[in-house]
C-alpha cells in the first residue's frame, strides 16, 4: 500500500492562473537580461526554481504544461550559468533557454553564485528534467571553481559533489568519495549550518543515494520515505517555515527518486513533496529542452 505524506494545505485563490501567468513574465524578463547582465545570472536562476515550486503548490502532481516549463527553465538556466563560468571572458556559449538560444557572455571563472549549492540544484534539476548532456556537462564542473566562489560551505559538500560526479562520470573512487562524504556530515564538527538543517535536510539525500547504488529496494524505499518525513518536518515546524517556498519540494529526494524511478526501482511513496508526473517522466520529449 503505497505511503502517503500530505503537505501543508495551500489556497491558490481565484486568480491564480493570472497570477502564474505574471511570475512566469518577470522571470523570463529576468532570463533575457542574463545576456547583457551575466552577474545577474544567480538572481534569475533562483528565481527560475522559485517560479518552478509556486507552480507545484498550484500544481501538485505537476500535470499541467507551464509547471513543465517552468521546471525546465529553471533546470536550463542552472546549467547555463556553470556554462558561462566555463567559458572564457570575453566569449559567449549559446545555451536553450525558455524556449529560445541565448547567447550567454562567458564569465571566465568562479564568481559568488557558482558555489556548490548552486551546483547541487542544477544537478538534482537536470536529474528531474532527464537531461544528459547537462548532466555531464555539469559532472565536468571542476571543483576549485565551486570553491572560488568564496562561499562559506561545510566541507563535505564537496565530497558530495565529488561523489556525485564520478557516479555519473562512472569514474573510480566513488565509494571512498561518498564515506568522506558521510564522515563530514558529524553534527560535532559543524560550523556554518546548524545541527537540525544537516539532520533533516542536508544528510538525508546522501543515505538515500548509498541506498540507490546498493539495489536494495526496501532499504531505498524506507530511506527516502525518511527523507520525505524529514523534510516535513522541518519546513513545518513554525509559521515562517511553512511559508518558505523552498520547502515546497523536496527537490533532491525527488531527483534521486527520478534515478530510481528510471532503473525501474518501485516507488511507493504518493506525496506533493514528490510531484507525481516529474517523477514518472511523464512530459519527457514534449518539446526540445
Not at 517560479?51 to 501538485?60: G, S, V
Not at 543515494?209 to 527523507?227: M, N, P, V
Not at 511507493?268 to 514534449?286: A, K, Q, V
Request: hydrophobic share 40%; glycine share 6%; net charge negative.
Amino acid at each position: 500500500m503505497p505511503m502517503k505524506i500530505s503537505r501543508t494545505p495551500y489556497d491558490p485563490g481565484d486568480n491564480s492562473a493570472e497570477w502564474l501567468a505574471e511570475i512566469d513574465e518577470h522571470t523570463l524578463e529576468a532570463v533575457k537580461r542574463v545576456e547583457q547582465a551575466p552577474h545577474m545570472f544567480g538572481l534569475t536562476f533562483s528565481s527560475t526554481l522559485t517560479t518552478a515550486f509556486t507552480h507545484c503548490l498550484h500544481d501538485p502532481t505537476a500535470r499541467a504544461s507551464e509547471t513543465w516549463e517552468a521546471w525546465v527553465a529553471a533546470m536550463q538556466t542552472g546549467s547555463a550559468l556553470f556554462a558561462s563560468a566555463m567559458a572564457p571572458e570575453g566569449t559567449t556559449v549559446e545555451c536553450l533557454i525558455a524556449h529560445e538560444k541565448r547567447a550567454v557572455p562567458g564569465l571566465g571563472g568562479p564568481t559568488h553564485f557558482t558555489d556548490a549549492g548552486t551546483w547541487l540544484q542544477a544537478f538534482w534539476l537536470a536529474i528531474i528534467c532527464r537531461d544528459q548532456s547537462r548532466l555531464t556537462q555539469l559532472a565536468n564542473v571542476p571543483l576549485e571553481l565551486l570553491r572560488g566562489s568564496g562561499a562559506d560551505f561545510e566541507e563535505y559538500i564537496y565530497d558530495w559533489v565529488d561523489a556525485l560526479q564520478t557516479y555519473w562520470l562512472e569514474g573510480e573512487g566513488l565509494g571512498d568519495k561518498l564515506v568522506a562524504a558521510f564522515d563530514g556530515t558529524n553534527p560535532q564538527n559543524l560550523r556554518f549550518v546548524d545541527r537540525e538543517l544537516m539532520l533533516m535536510i542536508l544528510y538525508p539525500p546522501l543515505n538515500v543515494f548509498y541506498r540507490f547504488l546498493t539495489q536494495d529496494d526496501e532499504e531505498f524505499d524506507k530511506t527516502l520515505l525518511q527523507a520525505v518525513q524529514l523534510h516535513h518536518e522541518y519546513w513545518t515546524a513554525d509559521e515562517e517555515r511553512a511559508d518558505d517556498l523552498d520547502g515546497a519540494v523536496a527537490l533532491a529526494p525527488l531527483a534521486l527518486a527520478c534515478l530510481a524511478h528510471d532503473a525501474g526501482r518501485p516507488i511507493t511513496i504518493e506525496t506533493e513533496y514528490l510531484p507525481e508526473n516529474l517523477l514518472d517522466r511523464s512530459w519527457l520529449g514534449e518539446f526540445p529542452t
